[in-house]
């Protein structure tokens, strides 16, 4: 068995005295793993690092084997994310992220916005709302999406500032004013078109939307929690937009 | 099937070289068979060393390194400077900096680094005795010297986290050029860092 197809490491782990086992989102087919002979050399540990994108070759004797890859770098990203905390922990909330699909099942559109998403991970005006929708999109990919085009209650496309819990489709603001309290607020960026971005309170507030939606339908069904990172990411993020963010004026 | 050629006694010892790093079983067969020629001389003093190791070898309270008295040789040494810390991965990377000589400050062993594929978690990592010591007042610096690796950075900005609210300077080691690097063999990587860290000159 032999296939050739482009990745983005999601991350490694030392086999034997000089091997490593690679993690990769690949274009076409999905979350897999595979072992690099010598992946712990001086050459091939600086470009076998999460975020980077790399040609693959794998060959395996059977189709169920684990297999070997052959790597070579496309895109070294890893370097430039290293200094950032807000890139460091999202790379690591992508891959857990990622890590709740089937390995081997291809997600061509994950793939193609996890590379979108790490070519700005270290920018965090726009970090926050790319994780915080590769997240909705995430649920979408294991069957659980969420309707957000249009009103669950009157079926019209303005003003949609809710999310029921219930449903996980969008409220618009008349329809839900008096189940307000009990709804989830719908950030304006993960509407379908909007702009990208927000501040600390709309990203905080997308974070809690899809939370709440992983959490019901696939950590509590499967027994685990969030992933560490996800709250690291969160936090590092907040710190980074309040230090961005300019001084209110005085008086 | 094959033919037995040595003891039991002389092929557990074979098998357990062979899970020595950097000793396969070829090379385990090879440094038995010298063991044993040289009985006298090498076999039965290293037999004692391996045992005393065993007996008397403990895992430092205070830092996390190995020695064989707590708090380690490097904790209890009174001409290290208390004020900085160097906090590291794990004790080959205390010994590698040691060797270097480069700083007279005292460590601080992580046991890993955060690994979400391995299932190495902040508990599971000494973070908690790194936090504790600083705590106690007296340190002014913690050097972050974890490898350049997306888990070793990750691993370092929690720490620097946890860290965050107390009155203690945190740097980490600089990447870049290694010495008698040639800028035309090096990753794309690593000059990506080294050019994002330059420093005036």
Same mark, same amino acid.
């Given at each position: 068995?032999?296939?050739?197809?482009?990745?983005?490491?999601?991350?490694?782990?030392?086999?034997?005295?000089?091997?490593?086992?690679?993690?990769?989102?690949?274009?076409?087919?999905?979350?897999?793993?595979?072992?690099?002979?010598?992946?712990?050399?001086?050459?091939?540990?600086?470009?076998?690092?999460?975020?980077?994108?790399?040609?693959?070759?794998?060959?395996?004797?059977?189709?169920?084997?684990?297999?070997?890859?052959?790597?070579?770098?496309?895109?070294?990203?890893?370097?430039?994310?290293?200094?950032?905390?807000?890139?460091?922990?999202?790379?690591?909330?992508?891959?857990?992220?990622?890590?709740?699909?089937?390995?081997?099942?291809?997600?061509?559109?994950?793939?193609?916005?996890?590379?979108?998403?790490?070519?700005?991970?270290?920018?965090?005006?726009?970090?926050?709302?790319?994780?915080?929708?590769?997240?909705?999109?995430?649920?979408?990919?294991?069957?659980?999406?969420?309707?957000?085009?249009?009103?669950?209650?009157?079926?019209?496309?303005?003003?949609?500032?809710?999310?029921?819990?219930?449903?996980?489709?969008?409220?618009?603001?008349?329809?839900?004013?008096?189940?307000?309290?009990?709804?989830?607020?719908?950030?304006?960026?993960?509407?379908?078109?909007?702009?990208?971005?927000?501040?600390?309170?709309?990203?905080?507030?997308?974070?809690?939307?899809?939370?709440?939606?992983?959490?019901?339908?696939?950590?509590?069904?499967?027994?685990?929690?969030?992933?560490?990172?996800?709250?690291?990411?969160?936090?590092?993020?907040?710190?980074?937009?309040?230090?961005?963010?300019?001084?209110?004026?005085?008086? | 099937?094959?033919?037995?050629? %040595?003891?039991?006694?002389?092929?557990?010892?074979?098998?357990?070289?062979?899970?020595?790093?950097?000793?396969?079983?070829?090379?385990?067969?090879?440094?038995?068979?010298?063991?044993?020629?040289?009985?006298?001389?090498?076999?039965?003093?290293?037999?004692?060393?391996?045992?005393?190791?065993?007996?008397?070898?403990?895992? &430092?309270?205070? &830092?996390?390194?190995?020695?064989?008295?707590?708090?380690?040789?490097?904790?209890?040494?009174?001409?290290?400077?208390?004020?900085?810390?160097?906090?590291?991965?794990? %004790?080959?990377?205390?010994?590698?900096?040691?060797?270097?000589?480069?700083?007279?400050?005292?460590?601080?062993?992580?046991?890993?680094?955060?690994?979400?594929?391995?299932?190495?978690?902040?508990?599971?990592?000494?973070?908690?005795?790194?936090?504790?010591? %600083?705590?106690?007042?007296?340190?002014?610096?913690?050097?972050?010297?974890?490898?350049?690796?997306?888990?070793?950075?990750?691993?370092?900005?929690?720490?620097?986290?946890?860290?965050?609210?107390?009155?203690?300077?945190?740097?980490?080691?600089?990447?870049?050029?290694?010495?008698?690097?040639?800028?035309?063999?090096?990753?794309?990587?690593?000059?990506?860092?080294?050019?994002?860290?330059?420093?005036?000159?």
């Amino acid at each position: 068995m032999e296939w050739r197809d482009e990745g983005i490491i999601l991350a490694t782990r030392k086999h034997g005295e000089t091997s490593v086992i690679l993690e990769v989102m690949t274009r076409g087919r999905g979350r897999h793993l595979g072992m690099v002979r010598g992946g712990r050399s001086r050459k091939m540990r600086p470009f076998l690092q999460p975020g980077n994108r790399v040609d693959l070759s794998w060959r395996a004797r059977l189709d169920e084997q684990l297999g070997t890859f052959q790597a070579e770098p496309i895109e070294q990203n890893a370097a430039r994310l290293l200094e950032s905390a807000t890139a460091v922990h999202g790379l690591q909330t992508l891959a857990a992220h990622l890590r709740l699909l089937p390995e081997r099942d291809p997600h061509i559109r994950l793939y193609e916005t996890l590379g979108l998403i790490i070519a700005h991970l270290d920018d965090a005006t726009v970090a926050g709302a790319l994780v915080a929708r590769f997240e909705i999109m995430v649920l979408d990919e294991l069957g659980f999406g969420l309707d957000l085009l249009q009103c669950a209650a009157t079926g019209t496309r303005d003003n949609l500032i809710y999310v029921s819990p219930k449903t996980g489709r969008a409220v618009s603001a008349e329809a839900g004013a008096p189940w307000a309290d009990k709804l989830l607020p719908l950030p304006s960026f993960l509407k379908s078109g909007a702009e990208i971005g927000g501040d600390g309170e709309a990203i905080s507030a997308a974070f809690r939307l899809s939370g709440y939606f992983l959490a019901r339908h696939v950590y509590e069904p499967r027994g685990i929690s969030a992933p560490q990172s996800r709250a690291s990411f969160l936090a590092a993020l907040l710190k980074a937009l309040t230090s961005q963010s300019p001084a209110a004026p005085a008086g | 099937m094959s033919k037995r050629i %040595v003891g039991p006694e002389i092929e557990k010892l074979i098998q357990l070289l062979a899970k020595v790093p950097g000793l396969g079983p070829r090379s385990a067969r090879r440094a038995a068979l010298h063991l044993i020629k040289k009985k006298e001389q090498l076999l039965g003093p290293l037999t004692v060393a391996m045992g005393d190791a065993l007996e008397r070898v403990r895992i &430092c309270s205070r &830092c996390g390194n190995i020695d064989t008295v707590d708090p380690c040789m490097i904790c209890s040494d009174p001409r290290r400077d208390t004020g900085t810390i160097i906090l590291v991965e794990d %004790v080959s990377d205390l010994w590698a900096l040691e060797r270097a000589g480069a700083m007279n400050a005292q460590f601080h062993v992580l046991g890993g680094t955060l690994s979400p594929l391995d299932g190495v978690g902040p508990d599971d990592l000494n973070i908690r005795g790194l936090v504790s010591r %600083v705590a106690e007042g007296g340190v002014s610096e913690v050097i972050i010297a974890v490898n350049a690796t997306v888990e070793g950075q990750t691993t370092a900005h929690y720490v620097t986290d946890q860290l965050a609210d107390m009155n203690v300077k945190i740097t980490r080691l600089a990447h870049g050029v290694p010495v008698g690097g040639e800028l035309d063999y090096l990753d794309e990587g690593t000059l990506t860092a080294a050019l994002r860290s330059r420093t005036a000159f």
